[in-house]
Structure formats: C-alpha cells, structure tokens
C-alpha cells in the first residue's frame, strides 16, 4: 500500500534491491501502476556556469546574420515578430574546453562563433567533443524535392 506513494527512483531501487525489474509482476500485485511516472521534485544543485559577453553575441550577428549556419533556418520567417533577433551562438571551440585552459576567461571574437539555430545547436553537442558544423551539415537528412 505504501508502495505506490514513493517515487520512481525509490520503486526502481526497490526493486532492484528485490531482484525485481520494472515489468515484474511483483510490483503489478503490489499496486504499482507502471504508466504513472514522478515529475517536478524541486531539486537544489550547485553547478558552475559560463558567463557570455552580449557585445560577442551582436557583432556575430552583424558578421554572420541570422540564419543557422548549417541547416539556413531563420526565426523571424517561421515565427515572425515572435522569432525576430533570435539565434544561438555556438563557441566553435568547446567553452568546457577553453576553461580548461583558462578559470579566468579569454579573448574570443565573432569568427571564433557562429549561428545556429535550437536544433543544429543541440545536435552539435550531443556528442564529446561536439561535432564540426561540417560534420553536422553531412549528418541532415534532406527532404526529397517535390515536382511541382
């Protein structure tokens, strides 16, 4: 009974203590519903975070626009007013990589960044090191053409 008012991890490790997995029967009979998930815990975490200059960010839009570098999309055609001005700066060497070298910031200018749109964004650093904008560019899939 007291079961199903604990959350997913602690049933997860229940069960793994238990040598019961997330399908056992076990944890069906005990009144578990395995289709209701936990979310919104308030969780409090110390992190350390990159400070970005905003004067970097609008002389590479002067000197590379607004369209993503790699896939051309641009904000302000999908979503007009709402989208206008918007663009990602992606650092083209990794800002974790650079800290490495330097706690105390360095010198950096537009050519060292370039715009990208949300998703190349995202796409770039879902690999370490994060991909080239080349290899991204050669990974996207491109709608065929329809005849009109």
């Not at 919104?40 to 975490?45: A, I, K, N, S, Y």
């Not at 070298?101 to 190349?120: H, M, Y």
Request: proline share 3%.
């Amino acid at each position: 009974m007291y079961l199903g008012k604990l959350t997913n991890r602690m049933i997860e490790i229940f069960g793994a203590y238990a040598g019961l997995n997330a399908t056992s029967t076990g944890l069906e009979k005990a009144g578990v519903d395995l289709t209701v998930f936990q979310e919104g815990e308030q969780l409090r975490r110390e992190r350390t975070f990159f400070s970005r200059n905003p004067k970097l960010r609008e002389e590479a839009i002067r000197k590379h626009g607004l369209n993503c570098t790699v896939c051309n999309f641009d904000f302000a055609t999908v979503y007009g007013v709402l989208g206008a001005g918007y663009i990602e700066m992606h650092h083209l060497e990794s800002v974790s990589e650079r800290a490495s070298k330097s706690t105390s910031g360095w010198s950096i200018s537009a050519e060292d960044v370039r715009p990208l749109c949300a998703n190349c964004h995202r796409m770039v650093h879902r690999r370490r090191p994060p991909l080239s904008l080349e290899e991204l560019s050669k990974l996207i899939v491109r709608a065929p053409q329809v005849a009109g």
